[in-house]
Nanobody
Framework: QVQLVESGGGLVQAGGSLRLSCAASGRIFRSYAMGWFRQAPGQEREFVAA????????YGAPSVKGGFTISRDNTKNTVYLQMNSLKPEDTAVYYC???????????????WGQGTQVTVSS
């Protein structure tokens, strides 16, 4: 089992920044990637970004490239999502997830966090 705990969400004005954190505990395979998804009200959950265990490869949705950066600290089993130049359309619940890279990029995961709300005001 893997437990994921997100933090760092909140309310920010358009153009502002937030950094989300996700701390993982439990049995995490080195083949796993860690990633972020988001779900806005009335919309389906969508993939945001992912990073491999080694940190050597990252994946990002076209809608967030240039504004969001994913990174990880394996000494802390933590993945981060730095979000800059936020827009009102980035408002959503953001979920941390772990799983095989292909699984994450395809839109699913082996384990999910409980989610953290990000609200961007105009």
């Amino acid at each position: 089992q893997v437990q994921l705990v997100e933090s760092g969400g909140g309310l920010v004005q358009a153009g502002g920044s937030l950094r989300l954190s996700c701390a993982a505990s439990g049995r995490i395979f080195r083949s796993y990637a860690m990633g972020w998804f988001r779900q806005a009200p009335g919309q389906e959950r969508e993939f945001v970004a992912a990073i491999t265990w080694s940190g050597g490869r990252t994946y990002g949705a076209p809608s967030v490239k240039g504004g969001f950066t994913i990174s990880r600290d394996n000494t802390k089993n933590t993945v981060y999502l730095q979000m800059n130049s936020l827009k009102p359309e980035d408002t959503a619940v953001y979920y941390c997830a772990v799983g095989e890279p292909a699984m994450i990029v395809a839109g699913t995961a082996a384990y999910w966090g409980q989610g953290t709300q990000v609200t961007v005001s105009s």
